[in-house]
């Protein structure tokens, strides 16, 4: 502000020029005033844009690319038209701006568009040339495949694959471009937009044509594939996705695999696998776990049959098992598919790590339905369970981690790999929660099951059957499904826990389950007949325990890292973006370093435009001539001493503009009267007084804190000022040796409305700066303001509410600027403080209330649109 | 103030069905247009008060559309809309003289006020 008051100056002592056509002059305001206006209203879409960047950043909850780009570019624009506009107000000044501003858009886009960085190669791999140093071009799946095959005796089907690079052939740019248009736009909270949209997108992709070389490769090496085998031999196509690297991040079951697919659907089960990259699931989760979707790239493994006899998964280490001494084996006759989609009953194994590898606990699936089901029972032998435990022996060895592997037995009797890779770190750690001797309190309504995930929640039931049920999914309920099919997977964004009648922990939909941090109780039929929707209930997954209501105890004890968007790469480009945002370098408008050139980030040029922008209509008064009486002394039934600036339209008309006063009842600004009421409401109390000559001298002199030299000591730049028209006040106010600004705009339309303040402590020690500015904080957070407090520099903020609720939070600043001053005397005494606060908060209770105009005090009376628009 | 009027350009058609539902449910005159060529001829035939106007659009796309309307009435407030994801169409249509600029998903609300802010523009002018 010290700008300010050093063109004031110069306006006071300057020689008047002649002045202007009144017309001319008028019009030229008008211009003015409108870009300082539009200035304004874009340095609170840019501050709370930030604001809304940040709180998305540190929430500890999941957000996606696009919201974080609508955000970033809605910083831009607005800081943008602020440029724009102080140097239209300026006469073309600060063009260092535009530079500044042009480096940050270009580092910003820099950021947002970098994309990893991948090796080409050849279109085509057989398996038998991948090892794990080509995952770059094949995918995580297909590189592990390939190095069992290559690097250990175990047995893989023959297969190729149709790699990143042929991918990246096939979806050129344009089509891509278009395809990241449509997600753009997407709401993924929206299911019937989300399916509707991923209906497109695989549309886009199964029409654009393959080039016709890729086709005929594929052809060629299918037809090794049955030289290998047998003529006409079917292939699994199975997705093997790029760029899934992040650590505790499996993306299981979210890519579609076609199985028996024969030579003339070649083509078209591979596009339709490189679609499954935009299904539904793919797509919800990749948000969920801050991935943009060109950080993932489909690669396809073209797989020859196996007529599997028995299939399942094996865990090298049983997840569940406390001890950490068994493989856990899930098994079903015929094809793996039914273990992992979890509609099947499986059979259970538990083999001991050790070899020779003992059986140590066994469960076949018709035991566990009550009835009979020879037709799922895999009835392995122990010969077969034996060799499976070697294999997983063999692949955690060579992969160096516990492994989560895939695998058939074919008719001979000859055991295939299907798939092995790690199982999540947080998914084999020790269990920390314990299950034994339940929590006081009542007992749980309903026990057992199979914990796929361990934690605690709360939530109501609901019950989804359908797809289209989907839609209403509220919010934090409890999930409850019959079978844990990985279809349900866009739901687990917003439960708060899982509940299944069937299902294992194998399944994907428990893996999702896991990496999203939820509860998940598996294999419960029970839940289906005993849970009814709406139902409020507590899951506590590792006690196998569900009980009736919120349960507070429970939920304390619960353990359970969240924190979903971890090391992702949404969340490292929100990180460096982020640098170039909100850093706020520019705090002190009286400093030397205020100046465009030290501009740094976004928030630095709102900063300073802002600062700017106000000088500049002081400016047009110096350019235009205000004679003396601009800044006119407000007089009336009025403690201190006042000075009122019009900058238009603030005064009442017929008003006398040639007297050096104004009076109270002569002032139509609307913030201002708001600001007026609340400095009006209570008579002044303190300090004590040391003149008689007026109330301004004390406050702004020494003698109230004489052992600091104050830096400001004439009498101009101590005044207090109010610029006005009759929608905008700023007031800027010297507190002896802080600093306070209340600014408002106030308006019919919502989107302009707001009103701020700044304070900021002076040469005091910190520490007291630093106690008045939190007590400040304090009360203006009860009464819904948004705080920024950094050491004594506090920014609280309210805008786009309604009138009525603005005139409110004026009213409680213009009280605080009046009597927070009292604290001054009393700012080492915790007690005094306390007791002031008290006070403090009592008065604009009663003052709020009070006031005729008004007809609550209510905090939330403005939420009110009606009253928006008297 | 009188009724606001609007044109809006954009190439899809649901789209443009609820973005017009939305504005007349809100006392606004909204034409609209599923293309430039149309979007121009248009505004060769009425007066509106501002135009909203998607970027990706078969033809002329909707910045060189902008340009086409500033070249006959300079005045006229545009606000860009658009899923173009990256940045710098942001400030592209802010340099090339926009009003303002929205990515889709939009605010509705936010939108409107927009709409609100350059009509009272476009009378001032």
């Known amino acids: ?870 | 103030m009188d009724t606001i009027k609007i044109l809006l350009v954009d190439d899809e058609a649901d789209f443009r069905d609820i973005m017009a539902a939305f504005f007349t449910r809100r006392k606004m005159a909204c034409h609209t247009a599923s293309c430039c060529l149309e979007a121009l001829d248009l505004l060769g035939r009425e007066q509106f008060d501002a135009v909203v106007m998607d970027v990706v659009m078969p033809g002329m796309d909707g910045l060189a559309c902008m340009k086409e309307m500033h070249g006959v009435i300079p005045e006229l407030p545009v606000i860009i809309l658009t899923g173009n994801a990256s940045l710098n169409t942001g400030i592209m249509s802010m340099k090339q003289g926009a009003f303002d600029f929205c990515l889709k998903p939009v605010d509705m609300q936010e939108l409107f006020e927009k709409v609100l802010l350059a009509g009272e523009k476009r009378r001032a002018a």
Request: proline share 5%; with cysteine; hydrophobic share 40%.
């Open chain 1, 1 to 870: 502000m010290k700008n300010i008051f050093s063109y004031l100056r110069e306006i006071f002592s300057n020689t008047p020029e002649p002045a202007p056509d009144p017309e001319e002059l008028k019009a030229s305001f008008k211009k003015r005033y409108g870009l300082f206006r539009g200035l304004l209203t874009a340095n609170n879409n840019a501050l709370q844009a930030m604001a809304e960047l940040e709180k998305i950043y540190y929430s500890g909850e999941s957000y996606r690319m696009a919201a974080v780009r609508s955000k970033v570019t809605a910083i831009l624009v607005n800081v943008f038209k602020m440029i724009k506009n102080l140097r239209e107000m300026s006469g073309g000044r600060y063009e260092e701006l535009e530079t500044i501003f042009e480096n940050i858009g270009r580092e910003l886009d820099a950021i947002f568009e970098r994309r990893p960085q991948r090796s080409e190669g050849p279109p085509i791999l057989p398996l038998k040339e991948i090892t794990l140093k080509q995952w770059d071009q094949v995918g995580e799946k297909m590189a592990n495949l390939g190095e069992v095959t290559v690097r250990t005796d175990l047995k893989v089907p023959p297969a190729f694959v149709i790699t990143a690079s042929a991918t990246r052939r096939f979806l050129s740019a344009k089509v891509l471009a278009e395809i990241n248009r449509r997600l753009q736009i997407l709401d993924p909270d929206d299911f019937d937009s989300l399916f509707k949209t991923c209906e497109e997108l695989r549309r886009i992709v199964r029409q654009t044509p393959l080039p016709a070389d890729l086709e005929e490769l594929i052809h060629l090496h299918y037809s090794r594939l049955e030289k290998e085998t047998h003529r006409g031999v079917k292939v699994a196509m199975r997705s093997s996705a790029l760029g899934e690297d992040s650590a505790g991040v499996s993306f299981a079951g979210l890519y579609n695999s076609i199985l028996g697919v024969d030579k003339e659907n070649l083509i078209s089960a591979y596009k339709e696998v490189i679609a499954g990259k935009y299904g539904s699931k793919a797509i919800a989760y990749r948000r969920k776990r801050g991935y943009r979707h060109e950080d993932i790239e489909m690669c396809v493994g073209c797989m020859v049959m196996i007529d599997a006899l028995q299939s399942g998964v094996t865990y090298s280490i049983d997840p569940s098992g406390e001890e950490r001494d068994t493989i856990r084996i899930n098994a079903v006759a015929g094809m793996a598919r039914g273990v992992v989609d979890g509609t099947k009953a499986t059979d259970l194994y538990l083999v001991s790590r050790e070899k020779p590898h003992a059986l140590v606990y066994s469960q076949l699936s018709r035991r566990r339905d009550g009835e009979a089901s020879p037709a799922t029972a895999a009835s392995l032998t122990y010969g077969q369970i034996k060799r499976l435990a070697e294999a997983a022996m063999t692949l955690e060895e060579h992969f160096g981690a516990p492994q989560d592997i895939e695998w058939s037995f074919d008719a001979q009797g000859r055991l295939y790999i299907l798939q092995s890779r790690a199982i999540p770190a947080s998914f084999h750690q020790p269990e920390t929660v314990s299950a034994e001797g339940g929590p006081a309190g009542e007992a749980p309504i309903l026990f057992g099951g199979i914990c796929a995930s361990r934690g605690v929640a709360c939530g109501k039931v609901r019950k989804i059957e359908s797809t289209e049920q989907m839609q209403s999914f509220p919010q934090g309920a409890v999930l409850l499904v019959e079978h844990p099919l990985p279809e349900w997977a866009p739901l687990l964004g917003r439960a708060s826990a899982l509940i299944a009648a069937h299902g294992s922990e194998a399944g994907h939909l428990a893996t999702v389950a896991r990496e999203f941090a939820i509860p998940a109780l598996v294999n419960l039929p029970e839940a289906l007949t005993l849970l009814e929707n709406g139902r409020t209930i507590t899951v506590n997954a590792a006690a196998r325990a569900i009980y009736e209501g919120c349960r507070d105890d429970l939920l304390r004890d619960d353990t359970v890292k969240r924190d979903v968007m971890a090391g992702s790469p949404v969340q490292r480009i929100v990180t460096e973006a982020l640098q170039h945002i909100t850093p706020l370098n520019l705090n002190d408008p009286a400093s030397l370093q205020f100046k465009a050139k030290w501009c740094e980030t976004l928030h630095d040029i709102t900063r300073f435009c802002h600062e700017k922008s106000v000088s500049e209509m002081f400016n047009f008064g110096k350019e235009f001539n205000f004679h003396e009486g601009a800044a006119k002394r407000l007089v009336g039934k009025v403690p201190l001493e006042w000075w009122v600036i019009d900058l238009s339209d603030g005064f009442r008309e017929g008003v006398d503009s040639s007297l050096p006063t104004v009076r109270v009842e002569d002032v139509v600004s609307l913030p201002m009267m708001a600001i007026w009421e609340g400095i009006s409401a209570y008579p002044w109390e303190g300090p004590p007084r040391v003149s008689m000559r007026g109330f301004g001298s004390i406050i702004f002199q020494s003698t109230m804190r004489p052992d600091l030299d104050p830096a400001v000591p004439s009498n101009l730049t101590s005044r207090n000022y109010f610029l006005i028209s009759r929608n905008f006040c700023n007031l800027s106010v010297r507190l002896g040796y802080h600093y306070a600004m209340i600014e408002s705009y106030l308006s019919e339309l919502l989107t302009e409305n707001y009103v701020t303040f700044r304070f900021k402590g002076g040469a005091a020690d910190l520490r007291r700066k630093a106690v008045r500015a939190k007590l400040l904080a304090e009360i203006l957070q009860a009464w819904d303001f948004r705080i920024e407090l950094r050491s004594d520099a506090l920014l609280a903020r309210v805008k786009k509410r309604p009138r009525e609720y603005l005139e409110d939070r004026l009213r409680i600043l213009g009280y605080l600027t009046l009597h927070a001053r009292q604290l001054d005397m009393v700012m080492d005494d915790a007690h005094m403080v306390e007791h002031y606060k008290n006070k403090f908060m009592a008065d604009i209770a009663a003052m709020l209330a009070g006031g005729d105009r008004r007809s609550t005090g209510e905090a939330d009376n403005g939420h009110d649109q009606d009253t928006a628009g008297r």
